[in-house]
């Protein structure tokens, strides 16, 4: 089975199922067929995507000292409050979901609320805010972690035909605070009085 890109063509994932030879083909291939699409959904490397909540209107906005984002995912998936949320970009060679992909993580977060099928994240680390936009690929680690557990094809091959995952260099995404700006300026002031007393002497 192969799966492809609508749009470009590019081979996304392919795998495939031995069936028993002793068994007619009728019988099992309902539950091979089901077994690698099963397989298919467990390597997407992303979850969810970046909305723009209607009533904000922003991407990214802003709440007290943090920055928070909306994400969208299936109605399936498993997600709770603190879970840990991946910005992510795919890119490489065919297949892109196995072993020609690489994951690249831009930003990291955890959940702070869900309803239904809508994430609220606050964003902990970012690489650059101006990357976090409408339909960005998201990843929940634990619950790709589950889908890997639940419906990936137990083979030898597994680990080696997974994308690569790399994290980019993050800055944390809330600005510095007034508080902490004085009192680094306070100490840094005092510091440079002592010094020019103990130069004085």
Not at 158 to 185: D, F, G, Y
């Amino acid at each position: 089975m192969v799966a492809y890109n609508g749009e470009t063509g590019v081979t996304l994932w392919r795998n495939q199922f031995q069936l028993h030879p002793s068994m007619p083909i009728n019988d099992q291939i309902e539950g091979a067929a089901l077994k690698l699409i099963r397989d298919f959904v467990a390597s997407v490397p992303y979850q969810g995507f970046h909305i723009v909540d209607p009533l904000i209107g922003k991407a990214v906005f802003e709440e007290g000292r943090a920055m928070y984002a909306k994400v969208e995912i299936g109605t399936d998936a498993v997600v709770q409050k603190g879970d840990a949320v991946q910005w992510v970009r795919l890119t490489g060679s065919s297949p892109l979901f196995q072993e020609g992909g690489q994951v690249t993580v831009i930003a990291d977060g955890i959940v702070t609320d869900v309803e239904r099928d809508i994430l609220t994240v606050e964003i902990r680390r970012v690489t650059d805010l101006t990357l976090l936009r409408e339909k960005s690929l998201v990843r929940l680690p634990k619950e790709h972690q589950r889908l890997q557990e639940n419906y990936a094809l137990k083979d030898r091959f597994k680990k080696q035909l997974s994308p690569e995952m790399l994290v980019a260099e993050m800055k944390p995404s809330a600005p510095e605070s007034n508080e902490k700006r004085s009192l680094l300026t306070s100490i840094a002031a005092i510091a440079s009085i002592a010094a020019l007393i103990l130069l004085a002497f």
